[in-house]
Every structure is written in C-alpha cells, then in structure tokens.
C-alpha cells in the first residue's frame, strides 16, 4: 500500500481563523514532508520531519506550524494567513534518506 | 542556471504516439531520479524511480538515465488520453532529503 491519505480535501479559511490539515501514512515511512505548490509550480518543499523531529524547515513564515505527533501523522496549523497563501498543500513520506517520495492527494486552501 | 531544467512544453500529441520527455541537471552528485505524473488539482504520483544509468521500464513507461550527460528522459509508448497530464522530474542525493523538481511539462494525447 503507497497511500497517502489527506484531509480536508478542500479547506476555505478567513485571515484571522485557525485551522489545521492532516496527513496520515501506514507505510511504515519514517519521513515525511509538507509542500506548497501554486498552480503551473512544481512542489515547493516547506518542513521535513525525520523520526517525528523536524528537520528541514524552508525558512517558512511562523503562520505555518507543523507538528508530527507519531510516525504516521502530520499536522500543519494554519494561523493568520494571506491570500497568496492560497494554494494545493500537498503531504508526502519516504523512507528516511531514499528518494522516492510519495504524495498525498492535496488539501485545495483558499484563503479569503 | 537552474539546478534542473525540463521544457514545460505544452505537448501535443496524437494517441498511440511515442512521447518523450526530458530533463537536464547541473550537479553530478545527484544520485536518484524519479519521474511523477501530475493530474490537475491532484498530487503527484510516482511513475519512476531510478539509482543508476542505463534504462528502466514498467510497462509502456520507460525511464533512462545518462549521468555523464547528466539528462534523463521518460517514454510513454503507445500513448493514451489517459496520460494527459503534468509530468515532473525530481532529483536527489543520497542521504539529502530534499528534492529538485524540474518545472513540469503539460502534456496532452489527442484521441
């Protein structure tokens, strides 16, 4: 199984909310990512958490806050966003130090 | 320069004709390559991947790697309107966590 599950698949959030997207892999994937990808964009890469601690974060804005609570899930808290935040956030995990990594589906974010 | 490049195209091409696509790289210490296809307003999905030059194949997909022309490229034969779609390259290191995305190419099989 190479699934990558993602909720919600489409989220619309005023500036001033809070709201949270989920990422979840049974992969056994000790690696797992958060990208930003902006439509005729590649992916984007944000944070990287390795064994459940970060260890990658692209210099994102702190109105982004990513969590790994267990080696399965991810979190990104939203807060305070922009409408150029609007954009597909998409989840991915890999084993830790292989390349090929696999994409979740993509949470729609607009941000209004 | 761009760590690496691909041709966004759009592509245009008939059903059941052979597609290819490519990407170059600057940096020899990439190791792995892979390719994905990209649905609109989905998530990517991994087609290829490879460690090493020469050719892999899964199917009517081809992968093939030249590291010391540092260009890779990915065959669709017998192409499908099912293969419409955005394809990425991605590169990596050993070890490194981060990938390089080429810009993606929009292709589109015409019944």
């Known amino acids: 199984d190479t699934e990558v599950t993602q909720t919600p698949k489409h989220l619309v959030m005023g500036m001033t909310n809070k709201k949270s997207l989920k990422c979840e892999q049974h992969?056994?994937?000790?690696?797992m990512y958060w990208y930003k990808q902006k439509a005729k964009k590649p992916p984007e890469l944000m944070f990287v958490?390795?064994?459940?601690?970060?260890?990658i974060n692209e210099s994102v804005p702190s109105r982004f806050s990513p969590e790994c609570p267990n080696s399965s899930l991810l979190n990104l808290h939203l807060h305070a966003l922009q409408p150029e935040d609007s954009a597909l956030y998409l989840c991915?995990?890999?084993?830790?130090?292989?390349?090929?990594?696999?994409f979740g589906p993509g949470t729609r974010l607009t941000v209004t | 320069q761009k760590e690496v490049e691909q041709d966004p195209g759009p592509l245009s091409v008939p059903e059941g004709a052979i597609v290819s696509l490519n990407c170059t790289y600057s940096?020899?210490?990439?190791?792995?390559f892979m390719w994905y296809r990209q649905y609109s307003r989905k998530g990517p999905e991994l087609l290829m991947y490879?460690?090493?030059?020469g050719n892999k194949e899964d199917g009517r997909f081809t992968a093939q790697v030249d590291k010391s022309s540092k260009y890779i490229s990915l065959f669709i034969r017998d192409s499908q309107p099912s293969d419409s779609a955005t394809y990425l390259c991605?590169?990596?290191?050993?070890?490194?966590?981060?990938?390089?995305f080429g810009q993606g190419t929009r292709l589109t099989i015409n019944p």
């Open positions: 991605a590169i990596g290191r050993g070890g490194a966590q981060k990938l390089v």
């Open positions: 992969m056994g994937h000790r690696a």
């Open positions: 490879t460690y090493s030059s």
């Open positions: 991915a995990s890999s084993q830790v130090g292989i390349g090929e990594q696999y």
């Open positions: 940096n020899s210490a990439f190791q792995y």
């Open positions: 958490y390795s064994y459940e601690k970060l260890s």
